[in-house]
């Protein structure tokens, strides 16, 4: 059995924040658990702009708190995010992920898994797991 909380993986390396400031996520279950996919606590800071394209990654999201909106750039559509809200990116969508008035809480999880170390490249995209990665 895996026991963690969020306030010990917060002091640790499974907390990564962003080179563009406007998000930090907490991963809390990695790859190296071997469970098959990955969870993490991610925060997107309050009136923030983050490019999105998992072309290597499924991700289910569920927002806990706080606002924001996500715009699908396939079609131009924006879906507003509250509590409550779950979204599927199912189909690799490249999207723009936006904070509202007040920093979002998500609950995220990712297959296939993260190592742990992953952040955005410039298209928005978490790369394959890679050694570099999961050193």
Known sequence: MIVRTLAECEQTERR?????GTWE??????????????????TIYANTETHIHYQNHLESVYCMSGNGEIQTLA??????????TL?????HDE???????????LACVFNPPL???????ADGVYPLET???EG
């Open 95 to 105: 999207h723009l992920l936006r904070g509202g008035s007040e920093d979002m809480k």
């Open 16 to 20: 990564v924040k962003s080179e563009t």
């Open 131 to 133: 050694e570099e990665a």
């Open 87 to 91: 979204y599927i990116l199912d189909q």
């Open 25 to 42: 996520s907490t991963r809390m279950l990695l790859k190296s658990d071997n469970m098959g996919f990955s969870f993490h606590i991610t």
């Open 75 to 84: 079609d131009g559509k924006v879906y507003p995010i509250t509590p409550g």
């Open 115 to 121: 190592t742990g170390k992953e952040v955005h490249d």
